[in-house]
């Protein structure tokens, strides 16, 4: 018999929530990220379609997965999402639509254009200009405490240099394995006789959620900072700038902000970016899944505000598959 649409629900939410937990918890994903993304977009067809089967355990309602019990952990001030995904340039524009028919807005928006980094994100917090804290995205609202491991990343400055440096400044970004790296670390791995990560997002999950920092310090992990969480600040200068701005100040104040982020008018200039950066993939010294589309303006994407685990003021425009199911399958992993 035809399995019901609320059966078939089940059936994908349990399929998704198994890939969560070995992607998120065991950073070692089963499947290539294309196909967990179809039967996501199943999930979303079928919960569009049928919504009172939506459960509140769902993955497209939910974010990441349950920070691991070995690590202590921190309560995210401000949620960190994840982000919806546009596939095509009509999701694009579906996108700008939703956006302008919710703000009654008829003028083009100003869009900061980032590429969408392959690593992990987490949230450092600053007092004072100084290093007191870094955290996974976790589930979202909760997230591991891996200040130590992230105080061997030496591209994060553990003291903020500069003017104007706001009393509490929480950096969000991503932490990845710049390719050489990745390269050198399997080939080092190869030579022992070692297991070898998969890709170089797995090896940074896996360098990163370490319970010894002695081993993370040995890794070549990166950091790029792109957005602000939480800010104390009386002077307020971060709250008068869009965010493009706020990224600029970061990097005066010393974190590292990727070179290839822009700021553009319009769908069309979006589009022309996602080309440009997807001609340029290969050439790039670390792995993108795609580009992340952020309205700039504060006020807007104030307005604009969230659904359950996504902003709706910003998309990622993921780049056609790459990856296939065999160079997952054929490595053994190690975290
Ligand atoms: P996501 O990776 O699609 O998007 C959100 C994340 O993008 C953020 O948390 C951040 O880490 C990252 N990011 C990179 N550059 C960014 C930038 N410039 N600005 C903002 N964020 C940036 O969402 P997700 O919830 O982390 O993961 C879902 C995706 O992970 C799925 O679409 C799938 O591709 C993959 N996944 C794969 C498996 C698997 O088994 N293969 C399982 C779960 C998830």
């Not at 059966?7 to 918890?25: E, G, K, P, S, T």
Request: overall charge negative.
């Amino acid at each position: 018999m035809k399995p019901t649409a609320e059966q078939q629900c089940a059936a994908i939410r349990q399929q998704l929530a198994d890939y969560n937990y070995q992607y998120y918890v065991l950073d070692a994903p089963t499947v290539p990220d294309a196909e967990y993304d179809r039967l996501y977009r199943e999930l979303q067809k079928l919960e569009q379609q049928f919504p009172e089967f939506i459960t509140q355990d769902s993955p497209t309602q939910r974010v990441g997965g349950a920070p691991l019990a070995k690590f202590a952990q921190v309560q995210h001030r401000l949620p960190m999402l994840s982000l919806d995904n546009a596939f095509a340039a009509e999701d694009l524009s579906a996108f700008s639509k939703r956006m302008r028919d919710r703000l009654d807005l008829s003028g083009e928006f100003s869009f900061c254009c980032e590429p969408k980094l392959d690593g992990l994100a987490v949230s450092i917090r600053y007092e004072n200009g100084q290093l007191v804290q870094a955290a996974t995205r976790g589930d979202g609202y909760t997230g591991e405490d891996i200040t130590s491991n992230i105080r061997t990343i030496r591209a994060i400055p553990l003291q903020l240099k500069g003017e104007s440096i706001p009393a509490v400044l929480e950096v969000r970004g991503e932490v990845f394995m710049p390719l050489a790296g990745f390269a050198r670390l399997n080939e080092q791995a190869r030579q022992r006789g070692d297991k070898l990560f998969a890709n170089p997002r797995n090896a940074a999950a896996g360098s990163l959620r370490q319970l010894d920092p002695a081993i993370t310090a040995t890794r070549p992990l990166m950091f790029y900072a792109y957005a602000v969480g939480q800010v104390e600040d009386p002077t307020q200068l971060l709250d008068s700038a869009c965010h493009y701005q706020r990224l600029q100040q970061l990097k005066q104040w010393g974190l590292p902000v990727c070179p290839e982020i822009q700021l553009v008018t319009g769908e069309s200039a979006v589009l022309d970016y996602y080309q440009q950066i997807l001609t340029r993939r290969a050439e790039l010294a670390y792995e993108i899944d795609g580009v992340v589309i952020k309205v700039s303006n504060l006020a807007q994407q104030q307005a604009l505000g969230f659904v359950a685990r996504a902003p709706r003021w910003a998309i990622a425009f993921k780049f056609p598959a790459q990856e296939m199911l065999t160079t997952l399958l054929d490595v053994d992993f190690q975290v």
